[in-house]
């Protein structure tokens, strides 16, 4: 499966992004799909998760509350709508998918989007 994410950009603190991952090759229904950031400097990290029937989910501690990850298995796509963003938001965002089990780590993860920057200002 090939992965595309779009939607990001500079947005103030505050503020609010929509994040999508489009998914060819294969139905996107065939995976446990997540969202991992990198930001400058650091390790990539565990965002959101999402079950193929879009029935489990899970986030990293720190965007609970203000992040929701969906999927639309008919259009192939996930999405990740970001509420009240921080600076420390401020990342490269990759869409995943994992052939497996459920994952938060990147290891569990065997196809990866491109990545779209998402920065944040104060």
């Known amino acids: 499966v090939q992965l595309q994410a779009s939607g990001g950009g500079l947005v103030q603190a505050g503020g609010s992004l929509r994040l999508s991952c489009a998914a060819s090759g294969r139905t996107v229904s065939s995976y446990v799909m997540s969202w991992f950031r990198q930001a400058p400097g650091k390790e990539r990290a565990f965002v959101a998760t999402i079950s193929r029937s879009g029935g489990t989910i899970d986030y990293a501690a720190s965007v609970k509350g203000r992040f929701t990850i969906s999927r639309d298995n008919a259009k192939n796509m996930v999405f990740l709508q970001m509420n009240s963003l921080k600076p420390e938001d401020t990342a490269v965002y990759y869409c995943?998918?994992?052939?497996?089990?459920?994952?938060?780590?990147?290891?569990?993860?065997?196809?990866w989007g491109q990545g779209t920057l998402v920065t944040v200002s104060s």
């Open positions: 995943a998918a994992s052939r497996q089990a459920w994952s938060t780590s990147i290891y569990g993860y065997d196809y």
